[in-house]
Each structure stands twice: as C-alpha cells, then as structure tokens.
C-alpha cells in the first residue's frame, strides 16, 4: 500500500559529495518520522540520520557534521546530502518511514522499508 524508493547512490572518490532522495507514495494518511540506515558488507544495519514530520533532527556520531538530512513533507520526499565522504561509508542506504495508511475501515501505523541504494566511497 505505501512504497519507498531511493535513488542518487552511487561511486565517488573520499572526499566527494553525493545525494540520495527517497520518495513515499501510496495511500498515505501521513508521515511521522523518517530515516536513513545503511548496511555495510558482514555488519549489523545501523541508523544514519532521523528527521521528525516537524523537522526535528538527530544523527549517528560518525556522519555529524558531513551529513545532513531533510524532507519536503508536501512531496512525501527525504533527502540525504553526504558530504566529505569516507571509504567507511560504503555500504547500502535504506529509507525508512512511520506511515499512517488511510483506510475505508480507519487508518493504520506501518512501518515502511525502501529497497535500498548503494553507495560506494573509493580511497
């Protein structure tokens, strides 16, 4: 009923930029907060950035500063702007959502997962 579809991962050298979106469509009632995880090569997903629906932010410690998260709500849109990038970056970036999914019989709360996009950061 609600997908998440990611784009703008790609290779770039260490110390480049790169931007991904991630964009939600479907019968979506609302959207509360939204994430971006990566997942590298043999290690356990872990959470990138998070932004509320009232724009409120946090980050893990290894991307603060050179990342930075946003979205345009009345685009169901969230975007990641990657900065100073590192090999350690290197991994699978996933969009994630809390949904509210309207409903002929009420809303519903889903948890939403994209399919992912895969950066890859050369030394």
């Known amino acids: 009923q609600v997908q998440l579809v990611e784009s703008g991962g790609g290779l770039v050298q260490a110390g480049g930029s790169l931007g991904l979106s991630c964009v939600a469509s479907?019968?979506?009632?609302?959207?509360?907060?939204m994430a971006w995880y990566r997942q590298a090569p043999g290690k356990q997903r872990e959470l990138v950035a998070a932004?509320?629906?009232?724009?409120?932010?946090r980050y893990a410690d290894s991307v603060k500063g050179r990342f930075t998260i946003s979205r345009d709500n009345a685009k169901n849109t969230m975007y990641l702007q990657m900065s100073s990038l590192k090999p350690e970056d290197t991994a699978a970036y996933y969009c994630?959502?809390?949904?509210?999914?309207?409903?002929?019989?009420?809303?519903?709360?889903?948890?939403?997962w994209g399919q992912g996009t895969l950066v890859t950061v050369s030394s």
């Open positions: 994630n959502a809390d949904v509210t999914v309207a409903g002929f019989l009420g809303n519903r709360d889903l948890e939403v």
């Open positions: 479907g019968r979506i009632f609302s959207i509360n907060q």
């Open positions: 932004i509320t629906s009232g724009g409120s932010t």
